[in-house]
Structure formats: structure tokens, C-alpha cells
T-cell receptor, first 116, second 115 residues
Framework: GAGVSQSPSNKVTEKGKDVELRCDPI?????LYWYRQSLGQGLEFLIY????????KSGLPSDRFSAERTGGSVSTLTIQRTQQEDSAVYLC??????????????FGPGTRLTVL | QKEVEQDPGPLSVPEGAIVSLNCTYS??????FMWYRQYSRKGPELLMY????GNKEDGRFTAQVDKSSKYISLFIRDSQPSDSATYLC???????????????FGKGTHLIIQP
């Protein structure tokens, strides 16, 4: 079956613009995760959705970042007033469920964001 | 100190060699330990997953966890050029900073297998 898909694959934007990144999880996966991968910081966890709700948003880097998930499926990560330090690869993953049992997280190919 | 430490490499070895990749961690709440492989411009893919201390083998790959030392390893036997990639260790516990179900990753080791 289809894996996790993300769009766009690449995004170049100017500093100060807003961007929206999209994630389509594997069908039937109720848990969805956003991560950010940058050269300096490695792969960092941002936010997790179980269904449509995100129980903890403290991993988001700043209040310019927001995420939502509707219909228990597609999720969007929005970055407002982008800064150069937001340049990174944004990865989405999905799994059958979250706690209490571990479920394998399947990753998408990522969106490479460049802020000029 | 980062929660998970991993030498970024690069680590270059000849084809057929045994490769040893390692991570150390500081958070004793971590209970699940994973190794992911990531090829350039691709998302990470899960290689191995372990829960308890000890060894777990899958083909040419062996994952080792020592919870008392907070040290995990991945061994690759009979390494192939196609094994050239970045290997990321990842960990999961009930409390991992940003959320109970988000993985905490090492920075990844860039592995090069020379033909």
C-alpha cells in the first residue's frame, strides 16, 4: 500500500512569508508525528497527533509554528513569518497508535524548506 | 549534554567488514530503542527495534542494548556498499520532553562502505 506522502517536496520562500506543509499518513494510522531535521540539531520531534488532537504542543520551536489535523487523516504544519533558521527538512511520520504500546513510526520523504 | 549522543562520523570501512555503531543516552525513562537507516534525501526507515537489554539479531544486523550502562549498539556483518547511509539511533519513553510518543534521535552516523 501507499506510504506516508508529503507535499511539497521542496519549498523555497522569502523571509517573513508564511508556508504550509502537508502530510498524508498511511491509511488507518491514527497517530501522526512531525519532526524537523537540520544539520546542526539533527532530527527533532515537534508534535504528535492522536486522531485530531495534539495533547502536547511544547515541542513546537516557537509560536510561529502551528499544526492541525482534520478528519483523523491529513495534517498541515504552518510556519508564519518564516525566518532563515527555519530552513530544514520537515518530516512526517504515522503509526497505528501511540501509547501505551510502541508502534513503528513510518516516515515520509520530507519537505525541504529553504528560507532566503 | 544532549539526551542521546551519537558520533556523526563519517565512518568509512571496506566492503565485508563488521561495522559497529553506537549511542549513549542519559534519560533512564527510555524504554524502547530503535535503529533507523536514512539514505540521502529520503525519510528514515526502521531497521531494528528492541525493548529489553540484550541482543537481537535480524539477518546481517544485530542490535545490542545495555540499560545499566545506557549504551546501545548496532552491528552490521558482511557490510555491503548498499549499506552506505546515515544510521540514526532513536529512543522512546513515557516522558521524552516534547511529548510522550515522540522519538528522541541521535544526530546520526554517516557510514561509507568502500567497494
Amino acid at each position: 500500500g501507499a506510504g506516508v506522502s508529503q507535499s511539497p517536496s521542496n519549498k523555497v520562500t522569502e523571509k517573513g512569508k508564511d508556508v504550509e506543509l502537508r502530510c498524508d499518513p498511511i491509511s488507518g494510522h491514527t497517530a501522526l508525528y512531525w519532526y524537523r531535521q537540520s544539520l546542526g540539531q539533527g532530527l527533532e520531534f515537534l508534535i504528535y497527533f492522536q486522531g485530531n488532537s495534539a495533547p502536547d504542543k511544547s515541542g513546537l520551536p516557537s509560536d510561529r509554528f502551528s499544526a492541525e489535523r482534520t478528519g483523523g487523516s491529513v495534517s498541515t504544519l504552518t510556519i508564519q513569518r518564516t525566518q532563515q533558521e527555519d530552513s530544514a527538512v520537515y518530516l512526517c511520520a504515522s503509526s497505528l497508535g501511540g501509547r501505551p504500546a510502541y508502534n513503528e513510526q513510518f516516515f515520509g520523504p520530507g519537505t525541504r524548506l529553504t528560507v532566503l | 549534554q544532549k539526551e542521546v549522543e551519537q558520533d556523526p562520523g563519517p565512518l568509512s570501512v571496506p566492503e565485508g567488514a563488521i561495522v559497529s555503531l553506537n549511542c549513549t543516552y542519559s534519560n533512564s525513562a527510555f524504554q524502547y530503542f530503535m535503529w533507523y537507516r536514512q539514505y540521502s534525501r529520503k525519510g528514515p526507515e526502521l531497521l531494528m527495534y528492541t525493548y529489553s537489554s540484550g541482543n537481537k539479531e535480524d539477518g546481517r544486523f544485530t542490535a545490542q542494548v545495555d540499560k545499566s550502562s545506557k549504551y546501545i549498539s548496532l552491528f552490521i556483518r558482511d557490510s555491503q556498499p548498499s549499506d552506505s547511509a546515515t544510521y540514526l539511533c532513536a529512543m522512546l519513553g513515557w516522558v521524552t520532553g516534547g511529548g510522550a510518543d515522540g522519538l528522541t534521535f541521535g544526530k546520526g552516523t554517516h557510514l561509507i562502505i568502500q567497494p
